[in-house]
């Protein structure tokens, strides 16, 4: 798989791209991933991308101009690509689980990260194709969301994940939570580890595990186990 980043922050990507799962990935081979500095398409002496909103008011708007170059270079027109161009922007659909999971099936994804008050419409008009949030809060840009949208998409790509038995387990539990984890010591300021998941009883275990699942995702996620009987997993 491919993807491709555009940003006026370029450098926001290093230490994330290079460190764990998305450095051992991309050194495997497993996923190409590139960072692009928007001010690359721009022509004037001053590399500007921005500049101020018709109509009046604050801040200002990305230019259309270095926009479409940029993605045009990257994914082609829009008419004629097998890319997907995704502008993360606090307008677009919601990016969930499910929408992880499609995402990492398609060989080519271009995310377009807006800065200032936003974008010119027309270039998303004419370049994007589709518009995705991470939550219904108010950030300055859209290079967080893209790293959400990396590191949710990457660990789905086969073999990118050293574990895939984690990803097996959410491709039926996306809609319910995971139960409270334990690791040593059994007795840690005079609080146990549940008796059960020291017993060997494996089934036991597993049996245990699932009624937490339920009865937190019950508790504090009522909404995911709704989704679930929606979405008939
Ligand atoms: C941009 C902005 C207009 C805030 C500029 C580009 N989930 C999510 N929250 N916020 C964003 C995404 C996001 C993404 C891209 C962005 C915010 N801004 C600032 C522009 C209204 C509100």
New binding site residues.
């Given amino acids: 798989m491919r993807i491709d980043v555009v940003t006026i922050f370029p450098e926001l990507f290093g230490p994330f791209l290079e460190t764990s799962l998305l450095g051992a990935a991309r050194e495997a081979g497993r996923i190409a991933l590139e960072v692009h500095d928007l001010r690359r398409w721009t022509h004037d002496r001053h590399r500007s991308v921005d500049d101020v909103p018709y109509g009046g008011g604050p801040?200002m708007v990305?230019r259309p101009e270095p926009l479409v170059e940029a993605i045009e270079a990257l994914a082609g027109p829009k008419a004629s690509r097998s890319a997907t161009v995704i502008?993360?922007?606090?307008?677009?659909a919601p990016?969930d689980q499910a929408g992880a999971r499609a995402l990492a099936a398609e060989g080519h994804v271009v995310l377009v990260?807006?800065?200032?008050?936003?974008?010119d419409q027309r270039a998303i008009d004419l370049a994007v194709d589709r518009e995705l949030?991470?939550?219904?809060?108010?950030?300055?840009?859209?290079?967080?969301?893209a790293m959400v949208v990396i590191e949710a998409v990457a660990r789905l790509v086969p073999g990118v994940l050293g574990n895939p038995a984690s990803v097996a387990t959410e491709s039926f539990g996306t809609a319910s939570l995971e139960g409270p984890q334990y690791t040593r010591p059994a007795v840690f300021r005079g609080l146990e580890v549940p008796a059960v998941l020291r017993s060997g009883n494996h089934a036991a275990i597993a049996r245990w595990r699932a009624e937490q699942a339920w009865e937190w995702t019950r508790r504090r996620r009522p909404d995911l186990l709704g989704r679930r009987r929606e979405e008939g997993s």
């Fill in positions: 801040g990305l502008l993360l922007s606090p307008q677009g990016f990260c807006g800065r200032y008050e936003g974008v949030t991470i939550g219904d809060y108010v950030l300055s840009g859209g290079e967080v969301p």
